[in-house]
């Protein structure tokens, strides 16, 4: 019997979906994925401090597609710097188009000036499902009015938010680029006030007891992309409600396949958990948005 992660490793190298391989011994050629994988973190074009190796479009989604993953949400590397969120939003837009995996979310920046017509660009003419936040890379805070007015501008509008703790680790950050991770306490008050509300925390590492407390909060999800452990999905899917934690790779900027390995290498998850962290939760943050 081959150890659990040569088996992982296998998938890799073939090609297979590997979160979908049994425990078991089993040829490259008798395994088929038996669910499709939503990834709902990754960024197209390029990282403004360095090149990353999949940072063409086209690269990416080859290699998702290599593993399986069926649908990718992506958000734009270029909203987190670039004030023209109408011209990031549109490469955005017209890149996913041609690429069926792909999920457009929108950046929205409520710093800048006419930034609920960047919204309405995104609900309206892009037809996108959700927008991603970059609150520490724009300058606000979770208490400020403007990010208040953003999320129910998009929750009346049926979006969901997407909300980036950080991009990048703070130890690896540009010297005059320094960006802490975003605090979400005061999303807790916000969510039991703001109804029908949907935001997912994205690259989060975050610890008890707020993240029991943002757990405990109706409409709020999280993405696996910066859990860090043997055994940290696991424990982040047993430490909040069902359905609220959902596969996310935080591609290119990390390697897709490492963010697999952490979803299924523990062996605590069993195949009906792993497949609500693969894919059906997605559908729950998703909600009813025609796309």
Known sequence: MMHRRQVLSLGISTGIAFALLPTTA???????????????????FRWPFRRLPLD????????????????AWAGSFEGI???????VNQRLADACRNRAELIAVGSINPELPDWENDLRRCTEEHNMPGIRLHPNYHGYT?????????????????????????????????????????????LVKLMKVMSGARVQILNHNLRPP?????????????????????????????????????????????????????VHESGILEEASLWTVLSENAGQLFGNTAV
Not at 26 to 42: E, G, K, L, Y
Not at 56 to 71: E, F
């Open 81 to 87: 710097l670039q004030r023209d969120i109408a011209g």
């Open 142 to 186: 979770l208490e400020d009015p403007g990010f208040n007015r953003l999320v129910e501008l998009a929750t009346s509008a049926g979006r969901f938010i997407q909300i980036a703790a950080a991009m990048e680790d703070t130890r690896t950050q540009h010297a005059l680029v320094q960006v802490p991770d975003v605090n979400f306490a005061p």
């Open 56 to 71: 063409d479009p086209d690269a990416l989604v080859k290699q998702l597609r290599s593993l399986g993953i069926a649908q």
């Open 210 to 262: 707020l993240l029991l407390q943002l757990g405990e909060t109706p409409g709020v999800f999280f993405d696996t992309a910066r859990v860090d452990g043997t055994d940290g999905v696991p424990q982040l899917v047993q430490s909040v409600p069902p359905g609220r934690v959902m596969f996310g790779s935080h591609a290119p900027f990390l390697i897709p396949e490492a963010a697999l390995i952490r």
């Open 26 to 44: 089993r040829s490259a050629d008798d395994a088929q994925p038996r669910f499709r994988i939503i990834d709902t973190n990754i960024s197209l």
